[in-house]
Each structure stands twice: as C-alpha cells, then as structure tokens.
C-alpha cells in the first residue's frame, strides 16, 4: 500500500505509460454508434494518423486487443506449420515472442546473443547467406528489447537481408518503440509490424495493430494456420468498420487525441525529447554507479559474471534505448526491494526485471507523456530511494542529468 496518498503517483514503468490528461478528456464522451457516419471519420482519421506514425502507404489491421494479440495476428496470417523463423535475440520479448512462434507450429531458430548487446549484425549476414534454399520464411525482431533497453537496428537488418539477397519477411515489433524514436515501415522495407496503444501512443492498454505490406498480405492468402478473429481476409471484407464485433470507440477518441499531440509536438520533436530524457538518464545512471562497465554477460540463464555497482543493462553504447533503461543492480542487492520502496514511501513506479533478470534490474521507463520537471523528479527519486534500500552509489546522479539536458 502507498503511505503517500498526496500529490500525482509518478509512474516510470515503461509500459503502460503515463496518459495525459488530454487524451482522458478525450475519451471522456457519450457511446456513440460505432457505424455512425461522425463515427466512422474518427475511425478513418485514427486509421490514416497510425499509418503516418508508421510511415507507410500499404495496410493496417486494428485488433480490440494488447500487443500479445498483434503478436500472433502477425503469424498466424502469413506462416503455416512447418515453416522456419529466425528470431534475433535480444531479451525475454524477444524470446516471447519466438515462443508463441513455436506454440503456433512454426519451426524457431533463435540467433542467440548477449542480452546485453543483442545480435550483431554479422551474424545475420551469415546465417542468411547460408540458407541458400531459402528455408528462412521471416525474421522476427524486437525493435525494441523493453527488458533490456536494447535498441536493434532495423535498417541494419534489411541490409543484411539485400546483402544475402534473401526473401524473408521482416518482421519487427515496435510495441515499445513507435511515437518514441524513428521507425519507417516503407523506407526500411518492413513487411509486418507490430504495435500498441499503451507505450508510446500514450494510450489506455487494449488496442494493437500491425502494419502489412503488399508482400505480405499477398502471401497471407495462401496461409494455413488457422485464425478466426484475426483473420486479415475477414476484416477486409467488413469495410468500413474493420473490427469483428463492436468497435472501442472510446479507445479510438484517445488515440485520435494522442495522434494529434505527437504530431502537434512533430515526430522528429517528439523523437527529440525521448533522445535528450535517455541521455539524461543516462547520464544519472553511469554516475550513480562511477561510470562501472562491468564484462559481465546476460542469456535466459542468467547473469554470468560479478556486478559491482549499479550500470546500465545495455552494453552497446550504440543500441541504448530511447525509451527505457534497464538497471542491474550490485551482487547482494534486492531490485525489488528498491522498486517497493520507491513505490510504497515515495509514490513512484518503476518497472521489474524480467525472467532472469527479476530481482536483479529495475527498468526506468522514458517515454510517452514526460516533460523535464518530471524525468528530473523520478531520477531524485530513484536516487532517494536507492539510499533508503541501502544500494551503494554516488550522490548527485540528478546534476549530471541535468548537465545533459541543459546542455541539449
Ligand atoms: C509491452 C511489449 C509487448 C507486449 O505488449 P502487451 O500489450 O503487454 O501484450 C511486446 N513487445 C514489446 C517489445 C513490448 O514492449
């Protein structure tokens, strides 16, 4: 239980995200009629803002469901049993989502990194010039690894995958990276994308969508995994609606709401803000522990190697995450413990470590509705709290933030 009922709860998870109050207003309306002609303009209008925030001209389906539903709308419409995928890994989303590849009968290979860098690049580049029978039917990426706060770089995959002259769809999910840095469906050559409501978008949980290109809903025809409510053919016929069933309209008031914020406030401005807030964090973290760059390595095992001060999760400078951090905690230390107090005695949220990493890193989520008042106010908090859980660090981690953002 909270003991601090005063003031806003501060809530850095990253994901779901903060809503701002605009997009609760928003949604604050009488039910309409879903088929309604003043309907069915929002409806259309919220269609056309995603497909510009993805930066595509080809298709979109929208699921009344969380990013694990997109998740297997994205398979089950374009792969049959049998068929091979390579997923990169890079965390427990990563992994997740290979595992619900192989639940639907796919046959998964996992290219297996540290999850503390992710897969190099190289390492694609083999393995597809090495499928020369064209076996690899698609790649599944994480665009964002939201456990780890490794960013992998998609224009890099579809280099990899031109440079084999391979066939594969390319898959990515961007549940925790669209609205908060670039993504470019058409420009990168993504075929499926999968993507939320609750991260970036800044909104309530319960609505996903994917992305399809022209490839890829041309092959989905041809598809034998069986699907019902996510069946892309059935949602075309059911033009305008779309939805099989009610539509959420209310979900829709919102997201309308939070697609005419990000875009008043202009992608590359929004995409901007996220850069200087990770920087600051950043900042606030490798401070906190003297700038420690342990050699330790993570894997669905485990930790392999000591910690001994507080240091960022993602080990490739290159690959740090925009929108979270993920923060390992030294050898003897409770990350849980700290994420209970910091709730409990100050009133703000932090995210867990995941799978392996639960008890051993807590996540700072930095993206959707932030400003500085409230990045700096968390990472004093954060600070506070680690001083009353006990973990060694430095004092002053929110000054070397604050250099960071001033000098953006
Ligand atoms: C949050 C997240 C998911 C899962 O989304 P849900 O809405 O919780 O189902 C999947 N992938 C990534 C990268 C995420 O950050």
Same mark, same amino acid.
């Given at each position: 239980?909270?003991?601090?009922? #005063?003031?806003?709860? /501060?809530?850095?998870?990253?994901?779901? #995200?903060?809503?701002?109050?605009?997009?609760?207003?928003?949604?604050?309306?009488?039910?309409?009629? /879903?088929?309604?002609?003043?309907? $069915?303009?929002?409806?259309?209008?919220?269609?056309? @803002?995603?497909?510009?925030?993805?930066?595509?001209?080809?298709?979109?389906?929208?699921?009344?469901?969380?990013?694990?539903?997109?998740?297997?709308a994205?398979?089950?419409?374009?792969?049959?049993?049998?068929?091979?995928? $390579?997923?990169?890994?890079?965390?427990y989303?990563?992994?997740?989502?290979?595992?619900?590849?192989?639940? =639907?009968?796919?046959?998964?290979?996992?290219?297996?990194?540290?999850? *503390?860098?992710?897969?190099?690049?190289?390492?694609?580049?083999?393995?597809?010039?090495?499928?020369?029978?064209?076996?690899?039917?698609?790649?599944?990426?994480?665009?964002?690894?939201?456990? !780890?706060?490794v960013?992998?770089?998609?224009?890099?995959?579809?280099?990899?995958?031109?440079?084999?002259?391979?066939?594969?769809?390319?898959?990515?999910?961007? &549940?925790?990276?669209?609205?908060?840095?670039?993504?470019?469906?058409?420009?990168?050559?993504?075929? &499926?994308?999968?993507?939320?409501?609750?991260?970036?978008?800044?909104? %309530?949980?319960?609505?996903?969508?994917?992305?399809?290109?022209?490839?890829?809903?041309e092959?989905?025809?041809?598809?034998? %995994?069986?699907?019902?409510?996510?069946?892309?053919?059935?949602?075309?016929?059911?033009?305008?609606?779309k939805?099989?069933? #009610? !539509?959420p309209?209310?979900?829709?008031?919102? =997201?309308?709401?939070?697609?005419?914020?990000?875009?008043?406030?202009?992608?590359?401005?929004?995409?901007?803000?996220?850069?200087?807030?990770?920087?600051?964090?950043r900042?606030?973290?490798?401070?906190?522990?003297?700038?420690?760059?342990?050699?330790?390595?993570?894997?669905?095992?485990?930790?392999?190697?000591?910690? @001994?001060?507080?240091?960022?999760?993602?080990?490739?400078?290159? *690959?740090?995450?925009?929108?979270?951090?993920?923060?390992?905690?030294p050898?003897?230390?409770?990350?849980?413990?700290?994420? #209970?107090?910091?709730?409990?005695?100050?009133?703000?949220? =932090?995210?867990?470590?995941?799978g392996? =990493?639960?008890?051993?890193?807590?996540?700072?989520?930095?993206?959707?509705?932030?400003?500085?008042?409230? !990045?700096?106010?968390?990472?004093?908090?954060?600070? $506070?709290?680690?001083?009353?859980?006990?973990?060694?660090?430095?004092?002053?981690?929110?000054?070397a933030?604050?250099?960071?953002?001033?000098?953006?």
């Amino acid at each position: 239980m909270n003991t601090r009922p #005063t003031g806003r709860p /501060f809530f850095f998870a990253p994901g779901p #995200t903060n809503i701002p109050d605009r997009v609760l207003n928003a949604m604050n309306k009488p039910t309409a009629d /879903f088929l309604s002609p003043e309907f $069915l303009a929002v409806h259309a209008r919220v269609h056309e @803002g995603v497909k510009r925030i993805l930066k595509t001209r080809q298709h979109l389906f929208m699921y009344a469901a969380n990013g694990h539903g997109a998740w297997e709308a994205a398979l089950a419409n374009t792969l049959t049993p049998g068929d091979k995928v $390579l997923s990169l890994e890079s965390g427990y989303f990563s992994a997740n989502w290979a595992q619900m590849a192989t639940e =639907l009968g796919l046959e998964v290979e996992t290219l297996p990194a540290d999850w *503390r860098q992710g897969v190099a690049m190289d390492a694609v580049v083999r393995r597809l010039k090495a499928d020369t029978a064209g076996e690899i039917k698609a790649i599944l990426v994480a665009h964002n690894e939201t456990a !780890t706060g490794v960013m992998m770089p998609l224009p890099d995959v579809r280099r990899a995958l031109d440079e084999a002259k391979h066939k594969a769809m390319l898959f990515a999910d961007t &549940i925790s990276s669209l609205g908060s840095f670039d993504f470019q469906m058409d420009a990168w050559g993504v075929d &499926i994308v999968v993507g939320g409501s609750q991260k970036g978008l800044m909104m %309530t949980t319960g609505l996903s969508f994917t992305g399809v290109s022209e490839r890829a809903l041309e092959l989905s025809k041809r598809v034998e %995994t069986r699907r019902s409510y996510w069946n892309w053919a059935d949602m075309l016929t059911r033009s305008p609606q779309k939805f099989p069933g #009610t !539509t959420p309209v209310h979900m829709f008031y919102g =997201l309308d709401e939070s697609i005419a914020m990000l875009e008043t406030e202009g992608l590359d401005g929004v995409f901007r803000r996220h850069r200087r807030f990770a920087n600051s964090v950043r900042a606030a973290i490798a401070h906190w522990g003297g700038g420690t760059k342990s050699s330790a390595t993570i894997s669905q095992a485990g930790i392999k190697g000591p910690i @001994g001060a507080l240091e960022l999760v993602c080990a490739a400078p290159k *690959r740090a995450s925009d929108s979270v951090s993920a923060v390992l905690v030294p050898d003897g230390f409770d990350a849980n413990e700290l994420r #209970t107090l910091a709730h409990n005695r100050f009133n703000l949220a =932090l995210g867990s470590g995941l799978g392996p =990493l639960n008890g051993r890193v807590f996540r700072i989520g930095h993206l959707g509705d932030l400003n500085e008042p409230m !990045t700096l106010g968390a990472l004093a908090t954060v600070e $506070l709290a680690l001083g009353a859980a006990k973990i060694p660090h430095h004092r002053g981690g929110v000054d070397a933030a604050m250099n960071v953002m001033a000098d953006a």
